[in-house]
């Protein structure tokens, strides 16, 4: 009898054990049929617009003094107008290469800018003789915006220091203002240069 007992308790104790093992597969293979959810990915972020920058090099001959006007610029907000972070305007004597006067605009960046850019553009070079005799350089200014004063003139000697420029008219020197005036008259004018498609992509 007791070897009966023990038999039906071995019995029991194989069909406890062959459900748990039965219980254990099904649920690993209802976990195995459940779906994945994907892992949440972050969207790529904005890449900045593709820009060009070009190496701008213009100048002009007068008399004894070449004008150099070297910038890079880029394609930033367009071909057709270009912004620059690099600008400068130098005189040099045309006899020997050596360099007079420069001046190197700064750059800086403004509301909305990515980037440090330079405000003044030039739009002219003229190399005039005054009344008197004594010869100036007039660079023809602007910004790009429409104001009173977004267009404005900038004068330098011979030496290629700035005298000054009517850019405020009510503090401009009568000096300046003449020579403005005057750079307008041919009969003053020495050698003048366009630079309407300096800041255009592959123009001039």
């Known amino acids: 009898m007791n070897r009966t007992i023990s038999c039906r308790f071995a019995a029991l104790l194989c069909a406890c054990a062959l459900a748990a093992c039965s219980k254990k597969h099904v649920t690993q293979d209802v976990a195995a049929a459940a779906p994945v959810k994907p892992a949440a990915v972050a969207p790529a972020p904005a890449s900045a617009p593709a820009t060009t920058d070009y190496v701008k090099h213009a100048k002009l001959d007068c ?17 057709e107008q270009m912004v620059c972070s690099r600008q400068s305007l130098t005189i040099l004597d045309s006899a020997n290469g050596e360099e007079i006067g420069r001046q190197d605009f700064a750059a800086s960046k403004h509301d909305g800018d990515t980037r440090a850019m330079v405000e003044e553009k030039i739009g002219g070079l003229t190399c005039m003789r005054s ?17 009173e004063q977004c267009e404005w003139d ?3 000697d011979w030496q290629g220091k700035l005298v000054g ?11 300046v ?11 003053h004018i ?12 592959g123009k001039q």
Do not use: Q, W
Request: net charge positive.
């Open 63 to 79: 008399e004894d003094r070449r004008i150099v006007l070297d910038a890079t610029c880029s394609d930033l907000y367009g071909p």
């Open 165 to 175: 420029s009517d850019r405020d008219r009510s503090k401009t020197k009568k000096l």
């Open 190 to 201: 020495i050698r003048r240069s366009e630079l309407e498609h300096f800041y255009s992509a």
């Open 154 to 156: 900038a004068v330098y």
């Open 177 to 187: 203002a003449d020579l403005v005036s005057a750079s307008r008259n041919k009969a």
């Open 131 to 147: 009344a008197s005799g004594e010869r100036y350089i007039v660079a023809e200014m602007f910004n790009g915006g429409n104001c």
